[in-house]
DNA sequence: CGCCAGGCCGTGT
DNA sequence: ACACGGCATGGC
């Protein structure tokens, strides 16, 4: 019998997108004013709320902290002490001072030199840094800087788990994410004169509004507005 | 009160 | 290579 969705995961993402895009409309990510702020918000995010990451940029915010140069005035223990809403700060703190000493030492201190490095060599020097992982370089590439790279996170490994996008392979490991990454790049591969950089900026904006939506530990498929993309393979599934 | 959050890292197997 | 626990605080 015909099936009204394609089988290929990478299309079955795009619809996906797609469908999303129609549901919640431009997402405006990353939510901040600088390339500064969008970096040192996606440290302070890792494995945190979005809530608690704004009770910290608040705090550096009012401190005058949320620019390269008040970051730079700053000891790491008053910068732990501002950050300590969003949690794990022992790490992160040190962290953030090792990102500003990477940018003054190799670029000079400046964002934009940094930017335009080129892409893999970039995403290497970020992963070396203490505190960066995959989603974090990820993430800097793409919404601090510009770069055209897809960010995977724990929602979209979720969703494309549940609909049969992947194979079940668990978190928290270095394969699964860049499948994912791989997924979202063929999910968007059919235009190649397309944007890249404004839709995958556009589609982890969106995975992580319906994630944080319907695509929690305890997930709500039934009112998530891509249910109707759900491929059930059991029955059980079915009826939820 | 207990579980969870827009991960990452060190350690043990 | 991979699984697993620690890291810390605020929301719900």
Redesign the pocket.
């Known amino acids: 019998m015909m099936r009204r969705n394609p089988t290929d995961p990478a299309r079955r993402l795009r619809r996906m997108h797609d469908q999303l895009a129609r549901v919640y409309g431009p997402q405006h990510?990353?939510?901040a004013e600088t390339p500064f702020e969008v970096i040192v918000?996606?440290y302070l995010?890792?494995?945190?709320?979005?809530?608690?990451v704004e009770?910290s940029l608040a705090n550096l915010r009012s401190g005058g902290a949320l620019n390269l140069e008040g970051l730079r005035s700053l000891s790491v223990d008053q910068l732990q002490d501002l950050i300590?809403?969003?949690?794990?700060?022992?790490?992160?703190a040190p962290a953030i001072k090792a990102f500003i000493a990477m940018l003054d030492a190799e670029f000079g201190g400046s964002i934009q030199r940094l930017g335009k490095a080129s892409t893999s060599p970039l995403r290497d020097r970020l992963?070396a840094?203490?505190?960066?992982?995959?989603?974090?370089?990820d993430?800097i590439l793409l919404?601090a800087l510009g770069h055209p790279v897809p960010v995977a996170?724990?929602?979209l490994r979720r969703i494309a788990l549940r609909h049969g996008l992947v194979n079940p392979v668990?978190a928290?490991?270095?394969?699964s994410y860049e499948a994912l990454v791989q997924l979202t790049r063929n999910a968007f591969s059919s235009d190649p004169e397309a944007n890249h950089a404004q839709l995958f900026n556009e589609f982890?904006?969106l995975t992580?509004a319906v994630?944080?939506a319907f695509c929690?530990?305890?997930p709500d498929c039934a009112h998530c507005p891509l249910a109707s993309d759900l491929r059930p393979s059991t029955k059980t599934e079915r009826k939820a």
């Open positions: 990510w990353w939510p918000g996606a995010t890792q494995n945190t709320s979005w809530k608690a009770l300590r809403p969003s949690g794990f700060h022992s790490r992160k992963l840094l203490p505190g960066v992982g995959s989603e974090t370089a993430a919404y996170d724990e929602y668990p928290k490991n270095r394969k982890h904006a992580v994630g944080k929690r530990k305890t």
